[in-house]
């Protein structure tokens, strides 16, 4: 059974560079009784496109400033903000004319999307100074595991955290916030407490007093879904997640229900998995903003068929196959409606989860409402090995049946990894599928995340 980390005797801590600490004392009283720690860092860079951009920009620190989409089509959104803008309420994701709205002297600045690749390869190419453990979540964070080498750096977790923020400073002109717990989801949240340019430690001992109390949509992988869920039932905080009824979290949202339950208690247990190293994903999702908005079945059918299509090709492609499907719509007012199911049989094949995805939205969903963005999302995912298991319960006919569309989508897929997208495609999907442009789906929904 594998034993965490829990520092400082159980102090707490929420401390900037220069606090007093004496974490060293902590760690190494936990090193006696046991062979191995769990020190987990989450390094969060604070604003980062708008910290890139104003490096070159210097003269407009003091001023709201915010990196954007093209402010003249309906992908033109908020990507990005400093802490000037952040004090006028500007929201990432919001449109620019929200914004503006809120804040008319917002200076906007079109995104260098390569730029900052670079800055994050650089910095993750530096995080690797203090470990192999180097995990990337998005462009601009990362969870590190210093559990084997923090004695090489003085056995104060604290004291590493605000060398790594200051080397930040110093080598890229940027600020990071680090979370520094026992477990990822932990270490996550201890990033987000403190921003910006702060180090925030969560121990076994003083989570309870320093989670607990916060908003369960604060908790890592609680979506906008799930939290609702919760709320009907009276579970607005992250401890009152972990007070419930864990049988009734799981009848209430399946196993993600008890998962959630687990790491509002401390009991994450995943590891730091380094870049290149392959992790079966939990779900596959594909979201679209359209050009315009998708009006009557025809058209909404189109939009799923094209997304599920782009999921069950990324299935394929990780040899998994689906057992549930989940729907996000949003309609032009930005408003969210997400519903899911499960499946009689595990598929990676589009016009299955097209199939489920339009049950779903005719039991939710009148055609003649105008479509804004639709997401579709792959769940509940088994390696294709389990799936072959589980599928010889059925029908030797329907198993053939089923082999030979499996054997087409591949062919297909081999036909656009040599020729292109565009090489081969569904009767059913609309032209100028190809030509739209992704934009940020529903909100807890990364789009095309595996």
Not at 14 to 29: I, K, T, Y
Not at 100 to 124: E, M, Q, T, W
Not at 277 to 282: A, N
Request: charged fraction near 30%; hydrophobic fraction near 35%; proline fraction near 5%.
């Amino acid at each position: 059974m594998e034993r965490m980390f829990d520092f400082l005797d159980g102090r707490r801590y929420n401390v900037d560079r220069g606090s007093p600490l004496s974490a060293e004392d902590g760690f190494r009283d936990r090193e006696r009784g046991s062979a191995m720690e769990r020190v987990i860092f989450h390094c969060d860079l604070n604003s980062f496109y708008a910290s890139v951009e104003l490096l070159d920009h210097p003269e407009l620190r003091h001023l709201p400033v915010a990196v954007c989409g093209d402010p003249e089509s309906r992908h033109g959104i908020i990507l990005a903000k400093n802490e000037p803008a952040k004090r006028f309420q500007v929201q990432t994701a919001e449109t620019i004319w929200q914004a503006k709205r809120k804040c008319p002297g917002l200076v906007l600045l079109p995104a260098h999307h390569r730029v900052y690749r670079d800055f994050s390869r650089r910095i993750n190419r530096m995080y690797q100074d203090y470990t192999d453990l180097v995990e990337p979540f998005g462009i601009d964070e990362s969870w590190l595991d210093v559990s084997g080498t923090l004695h090489l750096f003085g056995g104060d977790p604290v004291a590493l955290a605000d060398e790594i923020r200051r080397r930040m400073r110093q080598e890229f002109g940027l600020t990071i916030s680090v979370g520094v717990s026992f477990n990822k989801v932990f270490a996550k949240l201890g990033s987000d407490y403190k921003k910006p340019d702060a180090t925030t430690c969560i121990t076994r001992e003083n989570f309870r007093q320093l989670v607990w109390p916060l908003p369960v949509g604060d908790l890592l992988y609680v979506g906008r879904a799930a939290a609702e869920t919760m709320k009907k039932f009276g579970v607005r905080t992250i401890g009152e997640l972990a007070g419930f009824d864990r049988e009734s979290l799981f009848r209430l949202l399946g196993r993600h229900g008890a998962q959630l339950h687990d790491y509002a208690n401390g009991l994450d247990r995943a590891p730091v998995a380094p870049a290149g190293q392959y992790t079966p994903p939990k779900s596959v999702g594909s979201g679209n903003t359209f050009a315009r908005n998708l009006t009557g079945r025809e058209e909404f059918q189109a939009g799923v068929g094209m997304l599920a299509g782009q999921v069950a090709a990324r299935l394929r492609r990780h040899r998994m196959k689906c057992t549930g499907v989940a729907l996000q719509i949003r309609d032009p007012d930005f408003r969210d409606l997400s519903r899911q199911k499960r499946l009689e049989i595990p598929t990676c094949l589009g016009r299955e989860i097209a199939r489920a995805a339009m049950d779903l939205a005719e039991g939710c969903w009148t055609m003649e409402q105008p479509v804004r963005a639709l997401t579709v999302t792959a769940i509940a995912l088994i390696p294709e090995e389990e799936a072959a298991v589980q599928q010889t319960l059925f029908s030797s006919g329907e198993e053939e049946k089923r082999a030979r569309l499996e054997r087409l989508a591949r062919t297909t897929d081999a036909i656009r990894a040599k020729y292109g997208q565009g090489a081969i495609g569904m009767a059913s999907e609309p032209r100028d599928a190809a030509r739209e442009r992704h934009a940020p789906p529903p909100s807890g929904v990364r789009s095309g995340e595996d």
